[in-house]
Structures are given as structure tokens and as C-alpha cells.
């Protein structure tokens, strides 16, 4: 009999059941004799042997179901290798439930962080596989996340249901958009939702630059603007600090609640308009997968029964080009995949008017 273990690590997303699914489907399809046991909450179940064995029907039904019918965690990498609350070696506990439990292979569903663990557990010896998780659309070796679409319609539909309330006032509104790192969701909602302008991690702006867009507008007769903020929105004179320097530095500001109202406030200032905030939050990582994310789930879910099959472990499962690819995960930990300034995308975006605040 083979054994496979999987989990969901790391923030929720819409199309972790239909991956799950997609994995499930195919073992059971392909591979004879086949149990998979599932750990709850992500690592946090491998670590506690919190787990059960998961029936045939299990990955039935819920190819449209959002969130993750295992639950998750977050179980940060740099905290990997420090002892829990009751000294417990976290690793070894891992590997521990991997060998009792006599398990063939492991399969995590996770972003940047579960995948720099899964290689941890890999270079330690287990048989990893890696499905890539995450609204952010920024694990490297993937052209492609699974809850990267559909995290930008709900961002979209967000930018939509702004654009006739602030035609109807004529006033500034400031959508800000998930994304601490990278700003691929904000770019391609923003692009997608019609905003005047967008600010990413990638691109640190001037507030100055953003204030003379919006008085630009203004001139030209248009009534309002709408400005697509990423949450790790980093202006130019912060970028050119140090980690610790800005720390200092944030410290000594006036304390907002997030990027979005402290970019409010500055523009408000600059620019005498009237300033609304929409901030949607988790709702972008809610809600049912859209069709591209089930069809790219199913797809990444086979491709992975289909590397356990041949007994090929250690990689990440991605696809390029709109090809299915396995990359190691070796290759795959500790980078991140950002938006390039000098990218083809940013330069239509620019061609078309819209101002990224450089
Ligand atoms: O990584 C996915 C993500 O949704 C980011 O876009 C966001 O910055 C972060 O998770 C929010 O994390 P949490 O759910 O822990 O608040």
C-alpha cells in the first residue's frame, strides 16, 4: 500500500479543496492500492500527529468549496529549527509522524514559507511534494498560483463596485489590495478594475508624483480617481532606508491603521480632495475558486499523483508557459517571484495613462 500525507499550510485560498481534490482524484485513479492520511492545520498537524485517514468521498464534492477542509496554520520557516513552548524540536517531530505513520510521501499545499519548510523536510530526508498556494501569485517557478484569479475578481469586483460610487461624488478613493511583498494582485486588479493609479512594493512611489496625477486628472475634467494601493506600498524615502532605519523612523509618524489611510492623508493634504479608503481585506482570499483556479488545481493535483506514481519526489509542481512543469524545491525555496519595473505589463499599463507614482 502507499501512503501519502497531505496538508494546507500557510493563509487560506480559494482553490485549496479543488487542488486536494485534483490530488485525491488521481491517486485513487492511478494508484491501486493508496491511503492518504490528512493533517490538520498544516504543519501544526505533522508536528502533533493531529491527523486522520481521509475516505475516497472525502475529495468528492468539493471542487468548489473555498477555504480548506484540513484547516491551516502558519508556522513561520524562521521558527522551524527554535523549540516549541514545551521544548518540543519541531523537525524532528515532523520526521517523527512521517516514519510512525510509514508514509510514502508528503504533500503540501503552501506558499513561499510551507514551501521553504517542505524543502527543509525534503533535504532531511522525506519525500516532499510541492503544490503552489497563495493569492500572492509570487512563489517563484510558477508562472501561475492557484487563488491568484480568483482572488483578482473579488479585487476587481471591488475596484467595480468603487468606480460608480466615486463617479457618482467625484471624490478620491484608495482601494487597497492584499500584498505585503509583491504587488501582483494589486497590478493586475488594478489594470483589471480600471484604477488611475497603482502603487506596488516593486515600484516605491512619491507622494508628490501621486498628488500631481490626481490634481492632473482634476484639470482634465475627470471628476475622480481611483488608486489601487498594495498593503507593502513602500514610498521612495522609505525604500532607501534601512529595515531598521524605517522601523525608527515609523515609530516617530503618526500611526495609521494601514498603508491606504496614511496615503489618504498625505494626498488629502496635498491635493484638498476628498479621500475615501475601501480596504477588502480577507474577503479576497474568500468565496468559491473561479473556473481557471479548478481547472489549474485539477491539473497540478494530477501532475502531482502522477510524480508519486513514478515515485519522483523533491519537487514543487508548476506550470509555465501553460505547461504542467515540476521545479525542485530546491530551486523553489527562499525566492520570491516579484514584479518586474522593466516588465512588458508595466509599460502597456503606462502607456495607457496610468500612473504608478515613479
Ligand atoms: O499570503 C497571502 C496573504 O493573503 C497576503 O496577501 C497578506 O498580506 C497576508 O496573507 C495576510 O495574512 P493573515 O491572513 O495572516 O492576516
Keep these: 500500500m502507499r501512503k501519502i500525507g497531505i496538508l494546507t499550510s500557510g493563509g487560506d485560498c ?77 523537525v524532528e517531530a515532523m520526521k517523527n509522524t512521517y516514519n510512525k505513520l510509514g508514509l510514502d510521501c508528503l504533500v ?134 534601512t529595515k531598521k532605519e524605517r522601523k525608527k523612523k515609523k515609530e516617530k509618524e503618526v500611526k495609521y491603521p494601514s498603508i491606504a489611510y496614511e496615503i489618504g492623508a498625505k494626498i488629502e493634504e496635498l491635493t484638498g480632495q476628498e479621500i475615501r479608503v475601501t480596504v477588502p481585506g480577507h474577503m479576497q482570499r474568500g468565496g468559491s475558486p473561479c473556473p481557471y483556479d479548478r481547472v489549474l488545481s485539477t491539473r497540478l493535483g494530477a501532475v502531482a499523483a502522477n510524480l508519486i506514481l513514478n515515485k519522483e519526489y523533491g519537487y514543487l509542481v508548476g506550470v509555465k508557459n501553460g505547461e504542467t512543469v515540476k521545479i525542485p524545491l530546491k530551486d523553489v525555496a527562499g525566492k520570491l517571484k516579484m514584479v518586474s519595473p522593466d516588465s512588458s505589463i508595466i509599460k502597456e499599463a503606462k502607456l495607457v495613462g496610468i500612473n504608478f507614482g515613479d
Design 14 to 90: 480559494q482553490s485549496l479543496n479543488a487542488t486536494m481534490r485534483g490530488v485525491g482524484k488521481a491517486l485513487y485513479n492511478i494508484i491501486d492500492d493508496v491511503q492518504i492520511i490528512g493533517f490538520h492545520e498544516g504543519y501544526r498537524g505533522l508536528m502533533y500527529e493531529d491527523y486522520h485517514i481521509m475516505k475516497k468521498e472525502e475529495f468528492s464534492g468539493i471542487l468548489t468549496e473555498g477555504g480548506t477542509i484540513l484547516g491551516t496554520s502558519r508556522q513561520p520557516f524562521k521558527k522551524m529549527r527554535e523549540p516549541d513552548a514545551n521544548g518540543l524540536d519541531k
Design 108 to 241: 503540501v499545499l503552501g506558499g513561499n514559507g510551507s514551501q521553504k519548510t517542505a524543502n527543509l523536510l525534503s533535504e532531511e530526508g522525506l519525500n516532499v511534494i510541492g503544490l503552489p498556494k497563495t493569492i500572492d501569485n509570487d512563489l517563484w517557478g510558477t508562472d501561475m498560483t492557484f487563488g491568484f484569479q480568483s482572488a483578482m475578481d473579488i479585487a476587481t469586483n471591488a475596484i467595480d463596485c468603487i468606480h460608480t460610487t466615486a463617479a457618482s461624488h467625484g471624490r478620491v478613493f484608495i482601494v487597497e489590495i492584499m500584498g505585503h511583498k509583491v504587488g501582483w494582485l494589486t497590478l493586475h486588479a488594478g489594470i483589471a478594475g480600471g484604477a488611475d493609479i497603482i502603487l506596488i512594493p516593486e515600484i516605491p512611489y512619491d507622494i508628490e508624483v501621486v498628488a500631481k496625477a490626481i490634481k492632473k486628472r482634476e484639470k482634465a475634467g475627470k471628476r475622480f480617481s481611483i488608486i489601487a494601493v498594495a498593503e507593502g506600498a513602500i514610498s521612495k524615502e522609505d525604500a532607501a532606508l
